[in-house]
């Protein structure tokens, strides 16, 4: 079955072709019969992304001089998932390196003197979650989250759509990454979220997956935005709307992603308008879970993952297909209910590193042959780790190889129990101490108790949830061994739990319950 190529109408083209040649290279690299034997080189990684810190990035990076905060982040992320920590000086290089890419406008550009853009402004406050802390010099309270918000409401759209910068295009990589942003510094409100649910949903294909927007309808009607009797025009943000271009593995994760990010609001706002609203958007959550898993490749193509039907496996996407389907899983309510347990109380592991008591994998995609992908054919043997053989090394697949990685051999869910503990130690005044205190008038100013009350209750969901996030008892799966075993990443923002708590704890003015506490000790 390992050497069952893809199926063909028998008609030759030049993909045909370029598919059949990676399978014949990626077959090259099939794991030995011992998979004990693969062994994931951390010393050799951990040098490439050392060297791009230290030393300055190879004059092929030139290309992505406005992507700057992407190149921070990819490195520092990487060495986070590979368990390295960072010393004071080189934290303090960082904070200082991403503030002054900090646009004096608001937002984060991707270059000192360059226009602000969702993208990088993602990228910086992920790198300042795992370099920086509160305090000064920390860098937290140097982001104008004012300006911030700010930033971010120039860029909406009337369909709820925003666009990635100031004269720049409606891309769902955009939405995601103002949502994460707005998460993590606790930003988002109903004036802020109006409509993007809508749009999202619009965005789902055929097949299942995301492409990056759609067609607003009344693009056909006039430019005149008065109707004939004076009044203005009124828009149905759930009118139908074709999605713009193929299901793709990068928007479909950013737009599930979002719409996980997006529940606490859509429960809260949607069920408390009454007829007021239009009707709850929807996903086609099935479609989505179905078109995610056939993105897996097959035996031959040593199961790594591919971004679009039909094209080739790619390492990157290991993280954006792969790390997807758990999200998809979340949506569909099928996830286990089993409760999480922190990486300090391993149990015995036999000798793949699988938990002795563990005795079945129910994920949906195969966990084992994507690690075998990423170990056998996603390593280069000068470090660093690649798209495929024989592909050189780089940051972006580096980083997002490690996460995939991480996805498959960590299964990270939702658990109800720690949501409703979160939920029990909030303290509504801190959280709002907290939002306003640094820069007064961040958040929307409510008109009425009624919505200041609802305001408080979003805050507290989107708290909740995000914070409830945990590695799921007993699922750990290590290909070649607990050695090679990497931390595990937060599926909503791709940092680790660490870091994501530490920042959401911070700007929500919050102290949580521990995640380890009541846990049972090492025997």
């Known amino acids: 079955m390992l050497n069952h190529p893809t199926p063909t109408d028998g008609y030759e083209t030049y993909t045909s072709r370029l598919q059949k040649e990676t399978e014949e290279l990626i077959k090259k690299h099939r794991p030995p019969h011992d998979t004990a034997q693969i062994e994931l080189q951390k010393k050799l990684h951990f ?116 666009l990635v910068s100031h004269h720049g295009e409606v891309d769902v990589r955009g ?43 009344w693009a056909f009607e006039a430019d005149d935005p008065e109707t004939e009797s004076g009044s203005p025009k009124t828009y149905d943000l759930s009118a ?137 054919a996603g390593q280069h043997p000068a470090g660093g780790l690649r798209d495929k053989p024989p592909k050189p090394a780089d940051a972006y697949h580096t980083l997002y190889c490690t996460a995939g990685l991480s996805a498959a051999q960590h299964r990270v869910i939702p658990s109800e129990a720690r949501e409703k503990a979160v939920i029990s130690a909030w303290h509504s005044s801190q959280a709002h101490a907290k939002a306003e205190s640094r820069h007064p008038g961040t958040a929307y100013a409510p008109s009425s108790d009624a919505d200041r009350e609802m305001l408080d209750e979003l805050r507290k969901g989107i708290f909740a949830h995000a914070m409830s996030w945990s590695e799921e008892d007993g699922t750990a799966v290590y290909v070649g061994g607990a050695a090679n075993r990497v931390n595990a990443t937060h599926p909503l923002f791709n940092l680790t739990v660490t870091h994501s708590d530490g920042m959401l704890s911070y700007f929500y003015g919050q102290t949580p319950p521990s995640r380890y506490a009541n846990k049972p000790a090492t025997k």
């Open 175 to 217: 939405i995601y990454c103002l949502l994460a942003v707005a998460t993590l510094l606790n930003l988002l409100t109903p004036e802020l979220l109006a409509g993007v649910p809508e749009f999202l949903a619009t965005c789902q294909t055929y097949e299942g997956g995301f492409c990056n927007a759609s067609f607003p309808g």
């Open 47 to 162: 040098e490439f992304l050392l060297r791009n810190l230290r030393q300055g990035f190879p004059e092929r990076y030139t290309s992505q001089d406005a992507s700057q905060p992407w190149l921070i982040y990819w490195t520092l992320h990487g060495f986070s998932i590979l368990g390295v920590g960072l010393d004071d000086q080189t934290k303090k290089r960082t904070i200082d390196t991403l503030l002054a890419m900090q646009h004096p406008e608001g937002g984060f550009a991707g270059g000192p003197g360059q226009t602000a853009h969702l993208l990088p402004t993602y990228a910086a406050v992920c790198s300042f979650a795992v370099v920086g802390r509160p305090g000064d010099g920390g860098g937290w309270d140097a982001i104008d989250r004012k300006k911030m918000y700010d930033f971010f409401m120039s860029l909406k759209r009337r369909d709820g759509s925003f």
């Open 240 to 376: 139908p709307r074709p999605p713009l271009g193929e299901a793709h593995g990068g928007y479909t994760f950013c737009a599930a992603a979002s719409w996980v990010l997006l529940q606490p609001y859509i429960k809260l706002y949607y069920s408390s308008a009454g007829g007021s609203l239009p009707p709850v958007p929807s996903i086609n959550t099935r479609a989505l879970l179905r078109w995610c898993v056939q993105m897996q490749g097959l035996p031959i193509e040593l199961g790594g993952f591919k971004g679009r039907t039909n094209k080739l496996v790619d390492g990157c996407y290991s993280w954006w297909v792969g790390g997807c389907v758990v999200l998809a899983e979340t949506l569909l309510g099928v996830t286990a209910t089993h409760e999480a347990v922190p990486h300090e109380h391993h149990e015995e592991s036999d000798e793949d590193g699988q938990k002795s008591w563990d005795d079945a994998d129910d994920s949906l995609f195969n966990r084992k042959a994507l690690q075998e992908y990423i170990l056998c």
